[in-house]
């Protein structure tokens, strides 16, 4: 099932999101109605708060080639190791439509988290896949990639995304 994905402005997308305790049949519906929602955006990561959800989960797929999906489920990611050695990459966000920066993250990073089927599992990310992990778990802290810029570039692009929603809803009404 597709969800509706929140736009900042939205004090939700501030909220620290709460650990799960198990991974039921109801979480994994919820997975998959994450990826579904990814994938139709379209989108290489999703957190369960831009669906205005505030648990711990993440979904993922960095996989170029459009025809062999390659998804990753996070459940409660807790990064453990982050590298010196830095990269920099354009990010987006489903969250922040039509918005793109450059942010420099740590390049590599390691990653606990419980999967799909329940299982504790960690995983060694480089490249896109580890600053792709660093953005959605931010997201589960309340933390979006325009924190990372100057006050002036991230308050001209919410005075942007408010500015557009406003239109949205003028349409509507
Ligand atoms: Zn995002």
């Known amino acids: 099932m597709l969800r509706k994905i929140i736009i900042e402005p939205d004090p939700i997308l501030r909220k620290k999101c709460k650990p799960l305790e198990s991974v039921n049949d109801d979480t994994r519906k919820l997975m998959n109605d994450m990826l ?7 989108g290489i990561g999703l957190a369960a708060v831009q669906i205005g959800i505030l648990k711990r989960i993440v979904v993922i797929d960095v996989s170029k080639d459009k025809e062999k999906k390659d998804p990753i489920f996070l459940v409660n990611p807790e990064i453990t190791y982050r590298s010196k050695k830095t990269a920099v990459y354009e990010e987006g966000c489903l969250s922040l439509p039509g918005h793109f920066a450059e942010i420099e993250r740590p390049a590599e990073c390691t990653t606990k988290f419980i999967n799909f089927d329940g299982k504790e599992k960690e995983l060694k990310a480089e490249g896109l896949l580890s600053t792709c992990i660093q953005h959605e778990v931010d997201h589960l802290n309340g933390v979006l990639f325009i924190d990372y810029l100057s006050k002036l570039k ?13 239109e949205i809803e003028r349409i509507i009404v």
């Open 154 to 166: 991230k308050d001209m692009i919410i005075k942007k995304l408010l500015k557009h929603k406003k």
């Open 36 to 42: 579904e929602t990814m994938y139709k955006a379209p």
